[in-house]
């Protein structure tokens, strides 16, 4: 079974730019999570989504956005870009039956902002 | 205020023998426990989980022990292995909640 892929790896964009991410589940899971990771913070919760819809949301502004399609595919859109939102984006994919819980994360795609 | 702590920075192991990571929570309402293992600059590798209605789970080299009322959970690596060398993650998942918590990690090295 393939494991969950983000697209594109890595990009590199300007303040004031904005910036899709995509990211396609395993196949079965019906959710999708994003996650901030950097050096200072660690790993924050951006979002989650469960059948096209966004159940949570971590704290970061509004300039942070998502989406997921029919497929369970999902995208992330970041608007007017900071220097601060430099980091690596990790999408992950999760799978609950039962007594079962499992999350797998994707590779990730490194954005650079200048 | 962390929900998730692995008070352990750092742990040194030598090949063969077992490595124990330990993480305890404070929130009772979690319904799942999860281990990672982690590179730098990659995203963490799922590794086992628990449900918070046992009390332990094993996947070949690695087994999770939960102990719900002290709110402790561990994770034992037999034999422990020079790749195992990583940050390792516990994570907790609150089914209501959507989102993992995470422990702020632990660093194990295993010495050939």
């Known amino acids: 079974k393939a494991g969950v892929t983000q697209t594109p790896r890595y990009l590199i964009k300007t303040r004031g730019q904005q910036v899709t991410l995509s990211c396609s589940p395993i196949s079965g899971h019906r959710s999708v999570s994003w996650y901030q990771q950097t050096p200072g913070q660690g790993l924050q919760f951006l979002f989650e989504?469960?059948?096209?819809?966004?159940?949570n949301k971590g704290n970061f502004p509004g300039r942070f956005s998502g989406r997921q399609f029919s497929n369970s595919r999902s995208e992330m859109n970041v608007s007017t870009l900071e220097l601060g939102d430099s980091a690596l984006y990790l999408c992950a994919s999760s799978f609950l039956v039962g007594d079962s819980y499992e999350q797998y994360f994707g590779p990730g795609t490194r954005l650079t902002v200048t | 205020d962390q929900q998730v702590k692995q008070n352990s920075p750092s742990l040194s192991v030598q090949e063969g023998r077992i490595s124990i990571l330990n993480c305890d929570y404070t929130?009772?309402?979690?319904?799942?426990f999860l281990w990672y293992k982690k590179y730098p600059a990659e995203g963490p590798t799922f590794l086992i989980s628990i449900s918070s209605i046992k009390d332990k789970n094993e996947d070949g080299r690695f087994t999770v022990f939960l102990n719900k009322s002290a709110k402790h959970l561990s994770l034992h690596i037999v034999p422990s292995q020079p790749g195992d060398s990583a940050v390792y993650f516990c994570?907790?998942?609150?089914?209501?909640?959507?989102?993992?918590?995470f422990g702020g990690g632990t660093r194990l090295m295993v010495k050939p």
């Open positions: 929130n009772s309402m979690f319904d799942y």
């Open positions: 989504y469960f059948s096209e819809t966004q159940r």
């Open positions: 994570a907790a998942y609150i089914n209501a909640g959507n989102m993992l918590t």
